[in-house]
């Protein structure tokens, strides 16, 4: 397919749409599926056919639209007047009504009221401020197209931005555009992705001994990181569960930028759907010539193969996550050398997270400019945010950086439940800390969240109110690092064992004082001898609970365990 | 081309392919290690060798880490001390070291960090998991309560013998070293028996049968003379 | 110079510790000088007395009567020492903790391995029951000195007493002072 292609495709697209009057969304992403909703889809579309208006309503399934809480979740969007035209922006004339808590025998509920007033007992509205207060970028298509058609991604604007990028672009102007606007990374650590991309760009693949398998054209890589791990965290699944080509076209351009002729998707065999649609979508997108050889009839060539992982945390470890793909044992090796020097089979590899490489279409398609106006001076853009816990509304959000805490939790989040008081959230899972309450109206970037000992990382949001015991999430954590440590670095194999029994036996009343202190030492130790990142910041939910929380540490201490002086001088 | 570097204040120089290790030791000062032996390929995994580098906020691995131009190393700050000692510490409390009853007793590396570190106590609970012995190999033995996870034997085996017999299973604290696919030593086809695993392990966990408490001698410095013989063709030491 | 007030204990050990301590020969009437003997395995006193300025205590905390003196020592003691490798990391009394909880230990050595009528002693008094797991000293009570050891060389102890009777902390540095085993 080439660029007219793709524009002959997209506006027969449109045009088949528009000639619905009613389109039927229906949320197929893990959480609703789970609850049914593909049931609710049947239905729906039975329901059509049965009252002949198959011709006039089409019912989608469509990627997560964030509201998990509310599941499983139908909207409706209808044009308001009655005339089939093509000219007007198609929006302007469209209205949407959204259906909350939906059961496969709402179906004819809401297929009668198509036409008239939305069925009320359904209906929880769409100015929220759940929605309103967000700024889509990544997700702009989760929950609007069906991810397992292209042509409806085609339809969004797809695939226009690595057409872009392949004919009026240099790589290095592609480079240039993507380090301009400021991207950082979305795995957590926030490196400048542009950086990276320049340092691959820039590498020499003959610099260290390599030994690819055969039939790999390839001497540079392409890797997108969708192992997340996090406990709380469902960003990248449901972005490759509800946009899969997004970040199939993602990869494509960052390969044509650095260099790369293959890629590979790591992804958890946990995330069975997100398999199943990155398969599909890979497979569409080679028949669609936009992957493979000779792409959009340019001469630029990329494959991608999907590794399943199977669920080790410390995968999701750059250089762990490229030991798995080569077939070896996922453990960690020191840095550097770095992936971007010498990563697979010893060849200079980009590693972006899922996330990231999804802000790259339309970093591209609007230009870096735009892309930088949005969020702070150092955390451009926007993050996604996997919004958990004690909270009114949970699910999937995306906001620009520098939102408040507040604005996350109260506003869209709808506070606390229950009539509690807020405590805390925890950014970053294990390798995170938790905010308190007095730092509610801090600023949500990279710099602000690590100055408080936490990190941004991949976008896990879990809140908790006052009945919640700190010492007991603190515990849960390191039990989660001490299970999923690799065991290869000292520090991190027995620190985390034993640094869970010293939160174990707080817990149980049995610790002293002294128990405190080697807590807060195995805590530094740990933190700066770890080998990877895994174990440097398994301490993190014990510092930062520690710092803010430290009243309820002391009150489960059981005594001092303090020695009377001996009398002996040194 | 050489590199000039300051170790502990100390001016050395190095080949710029050398690690900071293989330089210190060039120089005589000493850098504790566990993880690493002659003749293998590092990995970094003990942190016994972590240094302070001018410059990087984070410490550095001195067997993984290369020289620099004007590089200013420390490796006996109060700091890295009391890691090492931490470092130790976990070890001896994570399985079953009893130094009175083991063939190493004497000529052990644990033993030795142990007394290099001034470990008079450990402060952590001991763990006491209940860990097996495999005796089925009809010259060597395994017991997995004195291992240390440090790989030099899968590395051996893989990297001088080339038979990779010897891996890693389970992870974290459940990690194993294991024979083929978890079978009996003995029963593993690809053991050539030529007991590389066991020149090369620093602890009493790899022996030879037949050797029973501080009986053991061990001949480490083999697999050195092995990889200088086939890379460099070195056959005089 | 008053002497100071000497205790040795023998908890669950083999009483190596004790015999590498009469290895000291000569060197003990140095010590009989310094020191008053006011308890110990090799002096016939039945209750720890109080105000003692050091103990050593050999061997690991393997049972209820250890656990109730140790308490006992470190209140009458102004300096405690865990003397040798089951003070000091539970060494060969705690062996057995791999295998589970006492009934396990006591089953192996009463049952499993006898033919005749096998059965654990169970009458009240007749021995102290066995705590579930051994711990190192330092794991019930704080310690103030620690000579590792199976059993600890004979200079070794007498380097630690010399600096105790001397009133300084034995520097523990080094083969001589610190190899286990």
Known sequence: MNLEELNATATSERLARAKKRHHIHVCVGTACQALNSEQIAKALQAELKQRGQSHDAEVKCVGCPGLCSLGPLVEVESRVNGQATTDAPEEDRRKSVLYQFVKPEDAAEIIAHLDGEPVKRLETPLDQPFFTRQTKIVLENCGKIDPERIEDYIAAGGYQALMKALTEMTPQQVVDEITRSGLRGRGGAGFPTGLKWGTVAKADPNAYPTNVPEGIQSRKFVICNGDEGDPGAFMDRSLMEGDPHRILEGMAIAAYAVGANHGFIYVRAEYPLAVKRLRTAIRQAQRAGLLGNGIGGTAFSFNVDIRLGAGAFVCGEETALMASIEGGRGVPRPRPPFPAECGLWGCPTLINNVETLANVPPIIMKGADWFASIGTEKSKG???????????????????????????????????????????????????????????????????????????????????????????????????????????????????????????????????????????????????????????????????????????????????????????SD | MPRTLTINGQEISARSDQTILEAAREANIHIPTLCHLDGLTDVGACRMCLVEVSGSSKLLPACTTRVQEGMEVRTETERLRAYRRQIIELLFAERNHVCAVCVANGNCELQDAAIAVGMDHVRYDYLFPKLGLDLSHERFGMDHNRCILCTRCVRACDQLEGAHTIDVMGRGARSLIIHDMNVPWGEATTCTSCGKCVMACPTGALFKQGSTVAEMVRDADKLAFLRAARDRKVWNV | MSKLRFASVWLGGCSGCHMSFLDLDEWLFDLAEAVDVVYSPV???????????????????????????????????????????????????????????????????????????????????IVPPLIDHVVPVHAVIPVDLYIPGCPPPAKRIRAVLQAVIEGKSPEMIGREMLKYG
């Open chain 1, 382 to 568: 926007t993050k996604v945010f996997a919004l958990t816990g004690q909270v009114v509304n949970t699910g999937l959000i995306e906001v620009p950086m520098g939102i408040t805490l507040r604005e996350i939790v109260f506003d869209i989040g709808g506070g606390i439940p229950g009539g509690r008081q807020f405590k805390g959230v925890q950014t970053g899972g294990p390798s995170g800390g938790c905010i308190p309450a007095q730092f509610l109206d801090m600023p949500v970037d990279y710099e602000s969240l690590a100055k408080v000992g936490s990190i941004m990382g991949s976008g896990g949001m879990i809140v908790m109110d006052d009945t919640t015991d700190m010492v007991e999430v603190a515990r849960f954590f390191m039990e989660f690092c001490m299970d999923e440590s690799c065991g290869k670095c000292i520090p991190c194999r027995a620190g985390t064992v034993q640094m869970h029994r010293i939160l174990t036996k707080i817990q149980e009343g049995k610790a002293t004082q002294r128990d405190i202190q080697i807590l807060e030492e195995l805590c530094d130790m740990v933190k700066h001898t770890s080998l990877c990142g895994l174990g440097q910041s398994a301490p993190n939910p014990v510092i930062s609970t520690l710092r803010y929380f430290r009243d309820e540490y002391e009150k489960k201490i059981n005594g001092h365990h303090k020695s009377k002086p001996n009398g002996l």
């Open chain 3, 43 to 125: 002096a016939d006193v039945k209750t720890f007395p109080e105000n003692v300025d050091v103990t050593l205590v050999e061997g690991a905390v393997a049972n209820q009567d250890h656990l109730e003196l140790i308490h006992t020592i470190r209140k009458n003691s102004r300096l405690v020492v865990s003397f040798g490798d089951c003070a000091v990391t539970g060494n060969v009394t705690a062996m057995r903790n791999p295998l589970g909880g006492a009934d396990v230990v006591l089953d192996r050595a009463y049952k499993d391995a006898q033919l005749l009528r096998p059965q654990v002693p169970h009458d009240d008094g």
